[in-house]
């Protein structure tokens, strides 16, 4: 994945990762997307999880040490 130069934790910039991860998923057939992160990005991937309808399905977000 290329370098995106913007703060990861704006939630535009992480909804933009989170529906290119979406995309890459469903091109190799996967339904879930898995996306592992820290502490800090993880309150704010919970956060756009319960507001997109989209990704409350879909996405399972796993807090990584």
């Given at each position: 994945?290329?370098?995106?130069?913007?703060?990861?934790?704006?939630?535009?910039?992480?909804?933009?990762?989170?529906?290119?991860?979406?995309?890459?998923?469903s091109h190799v057939g996967q339904v879930h997307?898995?996306?592992?992160?820290?502490?800090?990005?993880?309150?704010?991937?919970?956060?756009?999880?319960?507001?997109?309808?989209?990704?409350?399905?879909?996405?399972?977000?796993?807090?990584?040490?």
């Amino acid at each position: 994945m290329p370098i995106i130069l913007a703060p990861a934790h704006e939630l535009d910039i992480l909804n933009t990762i989170v529906k290119k991860y979406m995309t890459i998923s469903s091109h190799v057939g996967q339904v879930h997307t898995v996306i592992t992160v820290d502490q800090a990005l993880y309150c704010k991937l919970m956060e756009l999880k319960w507001s997109v309808p989209e990704y409350q399905d879909k996405l399972i977000p796993c807090l990584g040490g």
